[in-house]
């Protein structure tokens, strides 16, 4: 671990999904002052959009750790929330079990947990049911 | 050609930002993940999905502009956010389909290979 390093912390409250976005958005601003590589500053964004809006959605909020490295940016999403009974199922494109009220909002889509793993340079999930989900994600930025 | 230039060229409705993004592109669609994972950067958005989290995923996927389309009307918390962020909003009455296809036209974009 780099001496460095930065790290940050943000909490996700569940089912609100007009402050789901705060984290990427200060995210994006930190790494944008740092003068990171606006592609790798794209896919943290992306990345963990998606994330908040899993949390917000499916888990009733969250816990999000981030470290910025020299060369990379890590970020840790965990939860209580219900768990994955199928973890393959759920990486699948358009398989969502989003309510409809929010597919109404334009989220549920199925897209994701695959859009997590798109666009991170490294991706792992844990899962279990009735325990809770953490969810691992690094970008390269060197 | 920037967003500005877009605008008035096919009467868009100007509802925030400097109107200075430059356009390279254009997605339309209304399901917020889709747009995240390929709307590209610089592109302009078409969709009739007014609200705050449209304004989240432009602002998060570097898209130029999202221009409302059918007449519908942004919401008074999607048009704080986008003041707040930076992110350039348009309104137009004509359907997703007209709107997309005229700022193609007006962008002289290559059409699709089939």
Known sequence: MADDSIR????V????????GEASADLKSRMKKLGLPPGAIRKVS???YEGEINLAIHAHGGDIDVEITDDEVRMVLSDQGPGIADISLAMSEGWSTAPDEVRSLGFGAGMGLPNMKKYSDEFDIQS??????????AVKTA | MTTGELAA???FTHVTGDGDREIEGIFTGDLLSWAMGRAKEADAW???MGNVNTVAVAALADCACAVLCHG???DAAAV?????QGVELYTTELPEFEASYLAAVTLELAPPEP
């Open chain 1, 8 to 11: 940050l912390h943000y909490t």
């Open chain 1, 13 to 20: 409250p569940g089912d609100d999904f007009t402050r789901a």
């Open chain 1, 46 to 48: 992306i990345a963990l």
């Open chain 1, 128 to 137: 279990a049911v009735g325990v809770g989900t953490t969810v691992t994600m």
């Open chain 2, 9 to 11: 060229a096919c009467g």
């Open chain 2, 46 to 48: 078409f969709t009739v």
């Open chain 2, 72 to 74: 519908a009307q942004w």
């Open chain 2, 80 to 84: 704080q956010k986008a003041d707040m």
